[in-house]
C-alpha cells in the first residue's frame, strides 16, 4: 500500500500578495493581467471568489463581478521563491516529489526520511512548517493514490487536511460528480451529462467496452479511474516539454471525411496520453505532410490549459479548415500538445496582444 500526499498552497499568487502587502489582506484581489486589454486572472483571493472570481477569468469580465477588485500585477521572482522554500520543506521527508506547477505538489512517502511512518502526521508536519516559515496555509490529500490524494487535497479548503484510507475510496468515486475525475474535460462532462452520467456511481454502471466504445481509448482509463484504480507513480522529473502522435497513411488521404477519422484516432492517442502523464496543454498544433513531402503546420493556443479528447479534435478540425486541401493529397498528419507551463497571460506587445507563458 502506497502513501501518497497532495499538497496545494491556497490561492497561492494571492496570498503571497496578501502577505507581503498588508494593504491587500480582507481585500478582493486578483492576481493577473488588467481588465483594460486581454488580460485573465491568474489567481483569485479568497475574498474575490465570493463574487464568483476565478482563475483563467477575463479580467475584464471579473470586474464586472466584483466592482471594488484590485488587480495585482503577478511577481514571479517572490512565487519562485516560496516554491523553492517549500520543496526544500517537502525534502525532509522524502526525495520522491513531483511538482505540478509551483504551488503543488505530489510526495510519495511510503518509506519516509525520518522514519514517520504516518503520511497523516508528514502531511501536518509540512503543512505546520508551511505556516510557521512562510506564514501561507497549504491543504493537503491524502490516501494511496495520486488521484485520490489530489481529489482530497481539494476537499477542505483552504487549510485542509483530509486523509481517504482504501476502505473508503470505492465509495469516495461513486459520489464524485463525472467532471473531477482526471481525464473528463469539459466537453467530456458535457456528452457524459447528457447521457445521464453524472457522478462516479453512474460511470460504474458501465462495462470497459461501453466507455471505450462512447468515449474511445479513454475509456479504458475511466473505468480504472472510477473504481479508484490509479497506479501512476510519484515521478521525481517531469521533462515532458510536448506530447504528440503522428501516423502517415499507407494510401494518401483526400477527403476532409477521410482526414476527420484519422484525426479522431489521433486526439484519442493524445488525449490519453496527456491523462496518464496528468497534463493539460494550451497549444495544440497540426501537422500535415503533402503527398509532395510538403510540410505545414498550424496552432492554436489557448488561455486554459485542455486535454480532453472532443476539444482537442474540435480544435485540429477547426484548424484544418484553414489548411488548403485542393487537389492535394496527404500522406501523414499529426497532432502535438505543449505549453505545459503555469500560466498563460495575454500582455501587450506593440500593436497586438501576445500569449504570454510564465515558466
Ligand atoms: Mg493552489
Do not use: W
Not at 485573465?40 to 479580467?59: C, D, I, L, N, Q
Not at 473504481?227 to 483526400?254: M, N, P, Y
Amino acid at each position: 500500500m502506497r502513501k501518497i500526499i497532495h499538497i496545494d498552497m491556497d490561492a497561492f499568487y494571492a496570498s503571497v500578495e496578501q502577505r507581503d502587502f498588508p494593504e491587500y489582506r480582507g481585500k478582493a484581489i486578483a492576481v493577473g493581467g488588467s481588465p483594460n486589454g486581454r488580460g485573465v486572472v491568474a489567481t483569485a483571493s479568497y475574498e474575490a471568489r465570493k463574487f464568483g472570481v476565478k482563475s483563467a477569468m477575463p479580467s475584464r469580465q471579473a470586474l464586472q463581478l466584483c466592482a471594488e477588485l484590485i488587480f495585482v500585477r503577478p511577481r514571479f521572482d517572490a512565487y519562485k521563491a516560496v516554491s523553492t522554500h517549500i520543496r526544500e520543506i517537502f525534502s525532509r521527508y522524502t526525495d520522491i516529489i513531483e511538482p505540478l506547477s509551483l504551488d503543488e505538489a505530489y510526495l510519495d512517502v511510503t518509506e519516509d526520511k525520518l522514519g514517520i511512518g504516518s503520511a497523516l502526521e508528514i502531511a501536518k508536519q509540512i503543512k505546520q512548517a508551511i505556516k510557521d516559515e512562510l506564514n501561507l496555509t497549504a491543504s493537503a490529500g491524502v490516501s494511496s493514490s495520486k488521484f485520490v490524494a489530489k481529489i482530497a487535497s481539494d476537499m477542505n479548503k483552504p487549510d485542509g487536511l483530509t486523509f481517504i484510507g482504501p476502505s473508503k475510496i470505492e465509495g469516495f468515486m461513486e459520489m464524485l460528480p463525472v467532471e473531477r475525475f482526471f481525464g473528463v474535460g469539459k466537453v467530456t462532462a458535457k456528452k457524459m451529462k447528457s447521457m445521464g452520467l453524472n457522478t462516479g456511481a453512474d460511470l460504474k454502471k458501465l462495462s470497459e467496452d461501453d466507455l471505450v466504445r462512447y468515449f474511445g481509448k479513454s475509456g479504458k482509463f475511466y473505468f480504472k479511474i472510477v473504481r479508484g484504480i490509479d497506479e501512476r507513480t510519484v515521478k521525481s522529473e517531469r521533462t515532458i516539454k510536448s506530447l504528440a502522435a503522428e501516423d502517415t497513411f499507407e494510401h494518401d488521404l483526400i477527403t476532409p471525411e477521410e482526414m476527420h477519422t484519422e484525426l479522431s484516432k489521433l486526439a484519442d492517442k493524445v488525449s490519453l496520453r496527456l491523462a496518464k502523464n496528468e497534463l493539460k496543454g494550451r497549444t495544440i498544433t497540426l501537422k500535415l505532410k503533402y503527398s509532395d513531402f510538403k510540410q505545414i503546420t498550424r496552432n492554436q493556443s489557448f488561455p486554459n490549459p485542455i486535454g480532453d479528447y472532443q476539444e482537442i479534435f474540435n480544435t485540429v478540425i477547426s484548424l484544418l479548415e484553414n489548411v488548403d486541401l485542393q487537389n492535394k493529397k496527404v500522406r501523414l498528419l499529426g497532432i502535438s500538445m505543449s505549453n505545459f507551463g503555469e500560466l498563460v497571460m495575454y500582455s501587450k506587445s506593440g500593436n497586438s496582444y501576445q500569449l504570454e507563458l510564465f515558466e
